[in-house]
């Protein structure tokens, strides 16, 4: 085992919240846009959370410069984004390239732990396996299909679908490196066969992947703890522990108020006074286990309530300062802000132009 780096610099305890929420804000593309391409922000976070669809193309928006919606939803057409379960079994964008050595790390840990609930939905090891030979003759060839069509096929291979069977099939097919995303059809998802969508590639290695896992971690989400690690990774903390030894050439330890934080080298960021519309389940917030950083306690249930769900926030000088959220009123778009207190005029002109700006990402004019 590599011996990890000794303590590198110390942030002073009367500025830590502001500093931490600065550097992480740098880290991960919001108080910057330096690449111009929805991939190449998918490739510098490793996978970004995509359970929410709509949201998660405005979380590669936000930090790509000058993106529309459009050029988000192109590259996941083309394949240069694919779309699949990944860590913590929750759906991610990966880029194509990295989707392989990411299965290989995860995927089988995953359905090895299913295998309960697999039966108590009446998916046997032999339905399963017929299933996924199913959808992949049904695919073969370049077929891109939707979830109802290939609900379709497994009726029609006399496979049961419903009670939620399609969607733990759908999920088995994909952690066993079978499905990924195809190209949307209007509103609509579909699956590919992934060796269709994701040239074959030589395989990794398992410390390898690990050390490259910690790398794209820390240096889009750091500094960020061994518990922050393993919440986004769903590793245990054996492997996360051998993880940060392996990348820590490209690491360093940082001690924040007593506790130690992991980070990539480099300069850290500034706290800018604009705000920010982050979509639901941001990776400024699932990204970590402890959230303290960017939302104040109090506020904790105003943005997650339970049952998983983290709201779209209004961030403002670094910190949560309300939710919202996008509705239809009179045939227009309009943003709902809902501040957690009042917002001064200053703040309320920076709540404007970020307003403005997710429109623009949307092309819809937005009251």
Not at 316 to 327: E, H, M, S
């Amino acid at each position: 085992m590599i011996a990890a780096p000794r303590a590198i610099f110390r942030y002073a305890r009367r500025v830590r919240a502001r500093s931490l929420s600065a550097e992480r804000l740098h880290r991960q593309l919001i108080s910057r846009q330096p690449f111009a391409r929805p991939v190449e922000v998918v490739r510098w976070f490793g996978a970004i959370q995509a359970q929410d669809y709509p949201a998660s193309l405005w979380a590669l928006g936000l930090r790509t410069a000058g993106a529309r919606q459009a050029d988000v939803e192109a590259a996941i057409a083309d394949g240069s984004i694919i779309r699949m379960h990944g860590f913590r079994g929750t759906w991610q964008h990966v880029a194509r390239d990295d989707a392989r050595w990411m299965l290989g790390l995860v995927g089988e840990r995953l359905v090895a732990g299913s295998g309960r609930r697999m039966r108590a939905i009446g998916l046997a090891p032999k339905t399963l396996v017929r299933a996924v030979d199913c959808m992949a003759r049904a695919l073969d060839g370049g077929g891109q299909l939707t979830r109802h069509e290939l609900a379709g096929a497994l009726t029609r291979a006399r496979i049961g679908s419903d009670g939620g069977r399609l969607m733990h099939i759908l999920w088995y097919a994909e952690l066993h490196g079978l499905l990924c995303s195809g190209a949307p059809r209007g509103k609509h998802q579909t699956f590919a066969l992934l060796d269709e969508r994701v040239p074959p590639s030589r395989a990794l290695g398992r410390e390898p992947s690990l050390a490259r896992l910690a790398e794209r971690y820390f240096r889009s989400r750091g500094p960020a703890t061994e518990r922050d690690f393993a919440w986004w990774t769903g590793l245990g903390m054996g492997d996360v522990r051998e993880a940060i030894a392996l990348a820590h050439p490209a690491l360093e330890r940082v001690e924040l108020d007593g506790r130690v934080y992991w980070n990539a080298a480099g300069a850290a960021g500034s706290t800018r006074d604009g705000a920010e519309l982050l979509p639901a389940f941001d990776e400024c917030l699932i990204g970590y286990q402890d959230r303290a950083a960017f939302v104040e306690a109090a506020h904790v249930r105003r943005i997650n309530a339970g049952g998983g769900l983290l709201r779209p926030i209004v961030l403002l000088g670094g910190r949560a300062v309300g939710t919202w959220r996008r509705t239809i009123v009179k045939g227009a778009m309009a943003i709902v802000p809902e501040p957690f207190a009042r917002l001064a005029a200053r703040e309320r002109e920076a709540l404007a132009a970020a307003i403005d700006r997710y429109a623009t990402f949307v092309a819809q004019a937005a009251r």
